[in-house]
């Protein structure tokens, strides 16, 4: 009979042994779950970050390149979205915006009149544009200007500011009001 008493006592040692592996176990894939989710969630706000930054570097683009800020440094876009100076991007293509750029009104920081003498009117076509042959001075100069875009997704609040500097060769009346001598 004594061998049937110890037979009894290591069943029930075998089952408390088996109940701590499971919640061990459990706790372990709990755990694991849970890093899944911080690190997929790291992931969505880089990547949310990423498009921001890609959606102000874009309106950016767009404003240097269609040249009227140094005319009317209040309405750089041909079109803008809501209030003047400010895109609006749907990247997901379900018909809202999923991230707006409001474009600060750039800033001229400098102009330089360009002598005549300085000028090779032989051999380019905006040189000889700019030549004005009794003056000392060209009717062309080169601006520096600033820009800034702060770009905001509507949906996670992810919230970037870019700032760009472009050199740009312009006339002096187009320069004059936004960018006094």
């Given at each position: 009979?004594?061998?049937?008493?110890?037979?009894?006592?290591?069943q029930g040692v075998a089952?408390?042994?088996?109940?701590?592996?499971?919640?061990?176990?459990?706790?372990?894939?709990?755990?694991?779950?849970?890093?899944?989710?911080?690190?997929?969630?790291?992931?969505?706000?880089?990547?949310?970050?990423?498009?921001?930054?890609?959606?102000?570097?874009?309106?950016?683009?767009?404003?240097?390149?269609?040249?009227?800020?140094?005319?009317?440094?209040?309405?750089?876009?041909?079109?803008?979205?809501?209030?003047?100076?400010?895109?609006?991007?749907?990247f997901n293509g379900d018909?809202?915006?999923?991230?707006?750029?409001?474009?600060?009104?750039?800033?001229?920081?400098?102009?330089?009149?360009?002598?005549?003498?300085?000028?090779?009117?032989?051999?380019?076509?905006?040189?000889?544009?700019?030549?004005?042959?009794?003056?000392?001075?060209?009717?062309?100069?080169?601006?520096?200007?600033?820009?800034?875009?702060?770009?905001t997704d509507v949906v996670?609040?992810?919230?970037?500011?870019?700032?760009?500097?472009?050199?740009?060769?312009?006339?002096?009346?187009?320069?004059?009001?936004?960018?006094?001598?």
């Amino acid at each position: 009979m004594n061998t049937r008493i110890a037979f009894d006592k290591e069943q029930g040692v075998a089952m408390v042994v088996a109940l701590i592996m499971l919640l061990a176990m459990t706790l372990i894939a709990v755990s694991a779950a849970n890093l899944v989710q911080s690190n997929l969630k790291i992931v969505q706000n880089m990547e949310s970050r990423d498009m921001v930054r890609s959606a102000a570097y874009a309106a950016l683009e767009e404003a240097i390149s269609s040249g009227r800020f140094t005319a009317s440094p209040d309405a750089i876009f041909d079109t803008s979205c809501e209030v003047a100076n400010q895109k609006c991007y749907d990247f997901n293509g379900d018909g809202t915006n999923d991230i707006t750029v409001a474009v600060a009104a750039p800033t001229c920081v400098v102009v330089q009149p360009i002598k005549n003498s300085d000028l090779d009117v032989f051999d380019s076509e905006a040189d000889a544009s700019c030549f004005l042959p009794p003056a000392v001075y060209s009717m062309c100069a080169n601006s520096v200007w600033e820009f800034q875009a702060t770009a905001t997704d509507v949906v996670t609040g992810a919230e970037v500011v870019a700032r760009q500097g472009v050199g740009v060769l312009t006339t002096l009346n187009r320069v004059d009001s936004a960018c006094p001598l």
